[in-house]
Nanobody, 122 residues
Framework: QVQLVESGGGLVQAGDSLRLSCAASGLTFSQNVLAWFRQAPGKEREFVAAINWSGINTYYGDSVKGRFTISRDNAKNTAYLQMDSLRPADTAIYYC???????????????WGQGTHVTVSS
């Protein structure tokens, strides 16, 4: 059974940083692309970032480029999302997802975590 478990969310102020973690089990972690998506209340799900199996290739949504950094540790079966210079507009539930192939569309990802809440106050 595949499980993705996010952690690290919380309430912070604008300009602060947070690091989210995504711990995976039940899949061959090193063979999967790991991605982060987010969904704010009343809004569509948004692609945030993705990282290929080796960690060499990373991809970012335009709204987070230059502020967020995705990484992974295949030895720990864990992916991370370092979020710096947070803004109130970053407030959302953040989800980790896994798939064999890179995509910015959430519909193509096979496995999802339960999400972690991030709230950024002004």
């Amino acid at each position: 059974q595949v499980q993705l478990v996010e952690s690290g969310g919380g309430l912070v102020q604008a300009g602060d940083s947070l690091r989210l973690s995504c711990a995976a089990s039940g899949l061959t972690f090193s063979q999967n692309v790991l991605a982060w998506f987010r969904q704010a209340p009343g809004k569509e799900r948004e692609f945030v970032a993705a990282i290929n199996w080796s960690g060499i290739n990373t991809y970012y949504g335009d709204s987070v480029k230059g502020r967020f950094t995705i990484s992974r540790d295949n030895a720990k079966n864990t992916a991370y999302l370092q979020m710096d210079s947070l803004r109130p507009a970053d407030t959302a539930i953040y989800y980790c997802a896994a798939n064999r192939h890179y995509s910015t569309s959430g519909y193509t990802y096979d496995y999802w975590g339960q999400g972690t809440h991030v709230t950024v106050s002004s």
